[in-house]
């Protein structure tokens, strides 16, 4: 019955050069309903999704609107016939204000004056019906990327789309705002909207959507009904094998006898942190773990001269180290792994190859020439390890998909061969079988005896990670736990232990 | 917060710098802080002022236009000719001659959006192949012998105040109305902004740049004509090197290089300032060649402070 579905995306292809990313890939869409798209990284999600706004014109297939066939689409297209997608990066302009972005690209005017009264007083409308508060005056630049992807929803909205599209939207989203998330999509599936939810953190999918269709290598795999089904189901379905455990197993830390402190940060102020006090010893993975905002890049910062602390001492290898760059930090033996792949991390115009040798190549150049050999072999040892999807290790890195992207940049860092790595949220949009090989990696690290400062926001992995834990809150330490004291709620009520002043 | 107290800071600043040479300028010289010579630094800046309009725009969506000096250029030496040569009326000629001009803008915006040519590049090929037509038109010599009511348009008064200051006024007035009113205008800062959210959000960017790139055209056309009708004569070199004070004028106003930031207000600040160190050097007596130095670093220090500023609000 086809008049049951609001969408329809039917034998999808799409062939880049060197790549089929989607073969023959049909996805259909009720009405009301909250339907999970899941698959690795590279699986062909967001391209999939990206047919329905023309951002991508599919090499074959149909996409059927309410009936309406098309064989591409665009923008207008799209939004006539109440499509509306909020992509993996956002897609707001951070000069302009949270109304205008509201009407971007449809503005309320008379003849061609914009009517900005009117444009403030609708947000301020949509805002309320989503239960946010946002001041429609504000520049998007200057809010919260929570606040930024609800404009987007806000958006979606106010242009009575009738399927919104979410391509990993909790990624970059605190606790708190995936909550409201949820309540937002329960909100918008009881007015009979339809939502396609993409998102690798399966408990999301689960609590969220009636049905999940499951992509792998650009290839259709199953639909399936959420209430039926169970996780270790959906990881085989999406990896292709089992996935026994979450972790790989890594000896206890021992800290009799591993008693050489690498790094020390002795009263450091700076960059919001205030009188911060950590040790890290060699070979050990010390999780940070706090809520979002809570001061744990901001010391990553410091610490790899990104900003200059104001006061405090970090101690590294015995040395007092005061990093004015990261050229100086990188010299010195420690790496960053940044949290923010767009702004900081990799350079997306040029090759997986290059990007990955960056910080090396002066150590692998002889004279002003580099070891093409080494170069080379660097590369595929990150591709391989990493699982990097790749047509070639010549291809432009914005060509990949989200998730290998960011294990681009993983591979960089790892490749500098430093003694003290800095990861950042190192597994947000990365799927279930890469995250494991990432922690193999970690746990290798570690074992030949670097050392790993881990910050994330993700319960699970800190705990299962870590050796010791320490939590911050407000740009201070509120405690740290030992492996065996390792418990939920405990780094959560540290994470929420705020000052009143 | 932090940001909007630098950014109050960055648009003081530059008001700031026009107070202190226009300071620094009457002790100097007595001479400076009359009337009449602030009106002659207004009419001096007026070609700056209008042709910087359409530059803004071009500089909002990160793009440049090299080619507005040879426009100006050629506008001189069309207008001049359908004037002088072929006995067109004086309105007709500047009608066809600004026409002409706004249909180079929008050939680069051609060259930039349907065929994808770099602007830095396309909008370089369009000045070299106007100002070589310039000469073949010219023949290399000055057009001269007009309607001596064109002089109007460059050298006219009403009231005290110069005819040419009061089309720059209106010019900003139009700019910042589009900007600021127009969704068009509010279109520049998206695509500026962020091009590829903008054109996901259903803005057609390719018509955006063929609009801006005529409006510069356009812009430095009536340049254009008030330096023809100031000079009354139409030299073959008439607009040589004015892209670099006009940009100059505009980056000094705070428009990002970057694209999607930037008022007119900056502009006209920056507009003035060139205006009156230009001016000023001259009463000192100060020689050419120093006031290209001066030129040269004021617009390191411009375009420095906009990189800097934006430094500090990533990190
Ligand atoms: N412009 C492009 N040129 C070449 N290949 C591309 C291009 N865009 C996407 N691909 C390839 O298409 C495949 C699917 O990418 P897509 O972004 O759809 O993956 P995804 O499922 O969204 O992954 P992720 O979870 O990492 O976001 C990838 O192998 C990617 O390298
Ligand atoms: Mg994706």
């Known amino acids: ?501 | 917060m932090k940001e909007n107290i630098i950014n109050s800071i960055k648009r003081s600043a530059i008001w700031l710098v026009l107070l202190l040479l226009v300071i620094f300028f009457t002790i100097a010289n007595h001479r400076f802080l009359s009337m009449n010579n602030l009106f002659l630094v207004a009419r001096q800046v007026s070609m700056y002022g209008i042709a910087s309009i359409g530059m803004t725009f071009v500089i909002l969506i990160a793009g440049i236009d090299l080619s507005i000096g040879t426009i100006i250029t050629i506008v001189n030496v069309v207008c001049a000719y359908l004037m002088v040569k072929l006995g067109f009326g004086m309105v007709e000629a500047v009608l066809v001659s600004v026409l002409m001009a706004t249909a180079i803008g929008a050939l680069n915006g051609f060259l930039v959006s349907t065929i994808g040519i770099p602007a830095i590049i396309a909008t370089f090929a369009t000045q070299t192949v106007f100002s070589g037509a310039a000469y073949l038109i010219s023949g290399g010599i000055p057009i001269f012998g007009f309607d001596p009511r064109f002089k109007v348009i460059g050298q006219g008064y009403l009231g005290p105040v110069p005819v040419p200051v009061l089309i720059m006024a209106a010019c900003f007035i139009v700019g910042a109305f589009i900007l600021n009113k127009t969704y068009f205008g509010r279109y520049f800062y998206a695509v500026g902004g962020n091009e590829e959210a903008a054109e996901l959000s259903g803005i057609r960017v390719g018509r955006i740049k063929y609009l801006i790139y005529s409006l510069s055209g356009f812009f430095a056309g009536l340049a254009g004509i008030v330096m023809l009708s100031r000079t009354n004569s139409a030299q073959p070199t008439a607009g040589l090197g004015y892209e670099f004070d006009v940009i100059t004028c505009v980056v000094l106003g705070g428009v990002s290089i970057m694209g999607g930031l930037g008022k007119i207000s900056g502009v006209i600040a920056g507009v003035l300032i060139i205006g009156i160190l230009t001016n000023g050097m001259v009463l000192l007596n100060v020689s050419s060649y120093t006031q290209m130095i001066i030129k040269g670093l004021v617009l390191i220090f411009a375009v420095g402070f906009d990189t800097i500023q934006k430094k500090n609000s990533v990190a």
């Open chain 1, 1 to 501: 019955m086809s008049e049951d579905y609001v969408l329809q995306l039917k034998n999808i292809r799409k062939e880049y050069p060197g790549v089929v990313a989607l073969k023959d890939v049909t996805l259909e869409v009720k009405k009301g309903e909250i339907l999970g798209l899941i698959g690795e990284n590279g699986a062909g999600k967001s391209t999939l999704i990206k047919t329905c706004s023309g951002a991508v014109i599919p090499t074959s297939g149909k996409i059927i609107v309410n009936g309406k066939e098309f064989s591409e689409m665009t923008p207008q297209l799209a939004k006539e016939n109440g499509i509306a997608i909020i992509y993996q990066e956002f897609n707001n302009v951070g000069e302009l204000s949270a109304a205008e972005n509201l009407f971007l690209g449809d503005p309320i005017r008379k003849g061609i004056v914009i009517d900005r009264k009117a444009m403030e007083q609708e947000a301020a409308k949509a805002f309320e019906q989503l239960n946010i508060k946002i001041d429609p005056k504000t520049l998007v630049k200057h809010l919260t990327v929570g606040y930024q992807q609800m404009i987007e929803i806000a958006k979606a909205i106010h242009q009575d789309a009738k399927v919104l599209i979410m391509d990993e939207p909790s990624a970059p989203l605190t606790n708190a705002e995936v909550q409201s998330l949820y309540n937002v999509c329960e909100l918008l599936k009881s007015k009979g909207v339809s939502i396609v939810y993409i998102s690798h953190r399966l408990e999301e999918i689960f609590h969220l959507t009636s049905r999940i269709v499951v992509l792998r290598d650009g290839n259709y795999i199953d639909t399936l009904i959420t209430a039926d089904s169970h996780v270790d189901e959906l990881i085989k379905l999406m990896v292709g094998r089992e996935l026994k455990e979450a972790f790989p197993p890594r000896p206890l830390f021992d800290y009799e006898k591993n008693t050489e402190v690498v790094f020390e940060a002795k009263n450091v102020t700076g960059n919001g942190d205030r009188d911060v006090n950590i040790q890290i010893r060699k070979g050990e993975v010390l999780g940070l773990g706090g809520l979002v905002g809570a001061g744990r890049t901001e010391l990553a910062q410091m610490i790899f001269g990104d900003v200059q602390k104001t006061e405090g001492q970090f101690i590294f290898k015995g040395k007092e180290i005061n990093p004015k760059s990261p050229r100086e930090a990188i010299d010195l033996g420690i790496a960053l792994v940044p949290e923010d792949r767009k702004r900081h991390g990799a350079l997306l115009g040029v090759s997986v190859k290059n990007n990955i040798n960056m910080p090396i190549y002066k150590t692998i150049s002889k004279l002003a020439f580099i070891d093409t050999a080494r170069e080379a072999a660097t590369t595929e040892k990150y591709r391989k390890e990493l699982l990097i999807k790749t047509p070639t290790i010549q291809q432009n890195v914005k060509n990949l998909s989200g998730g290998n992207q960011q294990k681009v940049i993983l591979g960089k860092w790892l490749a500098a061969n430093s003694e003290l790595i800095i990861l950042d949220e190192p597994t947000r949009g990365i799927d279930v079988g890469a995250k494991f090989e990432i922690y193999k990696l970690i746990n290798q690290l570690v074992e030949i005896g670097k050392t790993v400062l881990l910050i994330s926001s993700e319960m699970e992995e800190l705990i299962g990670m870590s050796d010791r834990i320490v939590v911050f809150a407000e740009g201070r330490i509120t405690g740290e736990l030992k492996k065996e004291e390792f418990e939920q709620h405990l780094i959560l009520k540290m994470a929420s232990d705020i000052q009143e002043d």
